[in-house]
Each structure stands twice: as C-alpha cells, then as structure tokens.
C-alpha cells in the first residue's frame, strides 16, 4: 500500500498506520465485550435486588438510591453520563 492508496477497512494511508488501527480496534472489540458482560450481570443483580425488595414487603423502586447512581455517573462522565445511568437503570428495572 503507498500512501496514495487508503486501506478500505481501516481508512489509513500507511501500513503501519493500518495495523495499529487494526490492534486498537481489536482491544475496542474486546472492551465493548466486557461492557456488555456487566451491562448484562448488572440487570440481573439489579432485578433479583428488586424482586427481593418487594417480596419482603418492600418498595418497588428506592428512588434515593437511582439518584445516587444518576449523580456517580454523571460526576465520572458528565452529561453523557447521566444518560448513560438511565439507562442502565432501566435495563435493570425496566420502564417505569
């Protein structure tokens, strides 16, 4: 590949450009495998803590505890991160 030639899978114009592109992408891949691990664990804790609540007579939501993850989130990632906690919260509670 010359460096008038881009690679069509990772857009660089240099090999070695294009197999770093290709290591970094790999860790991305693994990372977002990872994420999506503990998105998955972090529902199931997070429903079988909500269906161990109300079973003993409890609430369904603690909504002091929701604000605690909105606001650690938002603190570690900014705006983006109090999306990121909603969601998260919802795919352990479902929608409300």
Known sequence: MTAD????????GEPLAAD????MRE????????IIDLWLERARLSQAV???RMASGGTRLVLSR???IVDRFRAAL???GTQI????????RGPL
Do not use: H
């Open 85 to 92: 906690a909603l969601m998260i919260l919802r795919a352990g």
């Open 27 to 34: 860790r991305i891949d693994e990372i977002d495998q990872a």
């Open 20 to 23: 770093e592109i290709r290591a």
């Open 50 to 52: 909500g269906k161990t």
């Open 5 to 12: 030639v881009v690679d069509q899978t990772t857009g660089a």
């Open 66 to 68: 929701e604000r605690e």
């Open 78 to 80: 900014g705006p983006d």
